[in-house]
């Protein structure tokens, strides 16, 4: 039964046999919280999720000029959708089958007190940042896949090409709790995963009835770290495919396509984040792929891979991963 | 004349001109220490130097069923060699012309209280590790440039490509100290950065008269991280190009090629080893390609990497880096 | 109007004006979030109140034999009391009266995967702990007001003196936060701050109408740190009166007797608790007390304190302070 | 013999058979590295060492006015003495007998990069310090044993009590490394611990023969952190008792008095400082008072101490302890 799901879900194959459930998010429905909240849609494991994301800003930064004090709220969420089936004790599993940028300009935005290397709220100092809030405009070109960074400073500009991804993407948490949409953790969230991007499964911890998955934060491009505090922000026209897999307990957050499997850990210090990814893999490799545990941990000592996804957020976020091309068939 | 110097480095000729020092890396010339110390030989700026070095057992493991107890000292070091006008406030830069992989087998090692997922002796929990010393020996393949991975508790093996590198590279420390093989710090030392192989330039900050150079380590390949606490460790043989860059003063070490430039930042947490890269990145930019900080910053966040080294070291070790490609033409 | 309440709060004097809410906590009413819900009682600024808590186990282990499936539940809350004026943006001020151990046992458990030197589930390692579940019985003296530490593995007993504190002080969450009884945050909550003892005022920021007040997990004593997960945990009789200072705006817990001034960082890793300890406790003092931000970090280094909480919990808390004896007299 | 050893030690009689060394720290004697060096004195085990150490600058800010280029060094230390039969393997015992204050004046410094709420070196963030260095002269009082801090930005003052502690004290590091005198690790060195003061014993690793003690960086009084940087600063006069605890191995520092054993922890993050101190307590309680390691570990959790020397040196030292009431007779 699992292996059929995960098949399913590894080579989806759009019979027409899938539901295709449609959803439009705007300003009036999102929700800023990942928490036990009202459906707006029900899904079945399966189907077809069809839908858009605002960006970080509820799309309220539009134009060079426009500032920080027009956002509409931080980190809109579409959602949360029920999926029939899911029960605390089995795995969510979002496979993303497709993300377009939807939207001619993205923005980035320095905010003091919000950064990986200048006085933040959880690592403050007691000098005063001299720095103003700053916008950055990125004009967003589909013919060639690229967004263009324009100094503010100086007359230089660059084209970067797009990467589209969810900044956000997650469930409901456990233990009844309810946390705000900038923060990752187990049950996902604000993770700034570039791994949750077209072609990539995402897998999540079930902890409420129907999971409930949340989507948003979209982000043309990124570098590992977010270290200014944004990325290239743009709302997102998303197609997922939402699946159950029974049974199947996780702790973290995984990723996996069809080279890879990721572990995803959400923590501070950066080393514990790692920790938690390194550990989960180990298992991962060892319960599903037969090494025993001191055969994963040298392989991965050998060919894994750690990324740093984002040190801004309430909680650092690392994945960590190993290529299939280096276990063993799985069990 | 600094344009000349990077020049000369960036494209080596090779020309007639350049003088080879050959130098022969034995158990009875190694050192132990970044430190001070009588230099084994003279470089001048621009000579290039011919050595080997021994893997971080000192050769002493050779097959299976050989154990940690013939390892001869951990991490002997090739050196130091004295680079002629290298003085405190220059730059020694190293260029890494060839690395080649001195032998027909690697060894990977787990030894109880070393590792970044297991009881280590600066993040100690009371658990005693039920596992004991194991070792692991990867087979070379010097015509298909890999290494294989076998596994001790199961019937596995798979092909790993080679990216040989020095694990060591540094310099004496500042302020007289003298530091253990095993330790990376500001002077570089024991930093296991992948980057640090052909193609790439390393650069350190010169503390003492002569820069004093030290290599060692040698890696064939590596997880980010070196979870388990080794690399597939390997003898080498090198062919690196010293050059003094007078009066360019650098904190920490930093890597280039002709496509990007790199920071190392080498402490604990693992967030301060990024804040440290990151903020050096963005002085970097600022400094010699013209970006104000706040537009570098806000550069970095966009298309910047982080490369986690290693985390298992008495520093964790991370890198910084971004494509040129991103940046404007250099002042 | 600020110095009137502070001098109420200071020296409060039980006149028969002071109204008493009395107030039965039972497993059947308590909570086990720090989140906006359905208020249980009001009071009014100035109101004392008068309840009891559980301890951390719902009262679920009473005796030598009893195991930890018996307990109902992790750090069942009393509360939560609204608190009438108490608006976003004011601070709620909360004088310990009177604090009594409510009972004749007390208790304390290892429970691997909780502690600060075992495996955790935010540090782990690959080592499964060789140690199971257990439990200690610390029983009671009121007479000489000592719990006896028993030891389990050897004929060893030692009276240890009481000091009952509450674990857990809190409101509800900015943002629309729920977070687990179990988690310290700017919100207060699961602080495990021995400073939460009778003769303290603890100080909370006000993020929802009525602020929300929770108290629960008793502790008779505590090491620092809590090193292997528990304290003494015990019911408590508690009395406590509340205050709403209007305007009062603080962004994390502060405590506050006649002799000193207190802060309290609640984060990861513990510099970072620290450091928000120590920021808020210079801003204090620069802003009350009237020394210069220099001149108050200059004191601080001379005769501030910092005491270590816990670090067994999501977050670790730290406490920073300074007697008032070493302050300019109060603007 | 190990129990005769320690019962000299805590209890010394100060006989006539104990010989007394006299040795004059002057700046043309001092060293600034725990290292293995020329030995300025050597000493019996049972020893008195009679000495004075310099403060931190080298005595070089000696009044109102004067600025930090004046210093002499960064703290110069007395030492090393050799201590006679230390080999590898012992513990080198010093008994603190006597510490005096040598002089009329202490001083406090604020440099910007050093401190723990500031731009540090190893924690930087891109804001720079609009703080200039900053000088407190400190008036010392023999008399009532007071040390007087005088803000600079205003018209107070207020006496703060003197409690004169070693801020390094330590011996040559293992491996043959050479550390700074601002680095506080295994070997002791910069620890910034209250815990060196009159009445206690300092137990260290002997690394090499003879062990070589340092002492230095006299502080009449400290707060918890050292945050800005800096102790009230002060040349002392010392009285110590040297003993060699012959094939007690230890791995970090330990303090002990009749009171109290004391476990040091020093590197970063700070939880790893604690777990360092935690877990070497828990060793030492089950190796010489005999309680189980779980016993001890739950006994720390509800008597145990924390306490925070430092967080601005290049390690953060940790001090966990535990009252001698409350343990076992010792084996």
Redesign the interface.
Known sequence: MRFLLLALLLFPSYSSAQNVVRYTTTNANVK??F?TAEPVAHLKSGDILDTNTLDCFGNGLKKPGDTLDMAKGDNPLAGPFYVEGAEPGDTLAVKILDLQVDGDMGV?V?SPGF?????SK??????????KE?V?F?PINHADNTAT?K????D?S?K?PMHPFFGCLGVAPA??????SIVPAEFGGNMDSPEASAGNTAYFPVNVKGGLLYLGDGHA????????????EVPLKARVQVSVIKGRRIEWPQFENEEAIMTVGA??????A???A??EL?YWIHGDY??????A????????????NE?VDPN?V?V?SIEK????KKK
């Open positions: 800023y919280l928490a980035g320095f950064g990986s290397i200048n006085s959880y690592t403050p100092v007691l000098e005063k940042s001299p720095w700053r950055w990125y960074f100094a503010l400073d100086s230089f660059v970067i233990n009844g709790e309810a946390r705000s491009a990124m570098g590992d770290g977010e270290a200014a505090g944004s990325a290239i923590y501070r210090p950066a080393e514990d790692a920790r938690i390194l550990t180990v037969g090494l025993s545990e001191m055969d941990y040298e392989l991965l000592s050998k060919v894994g891979k750690i990324h740093f040190m650092y690392v960590a091309k280096y276990l063993p």
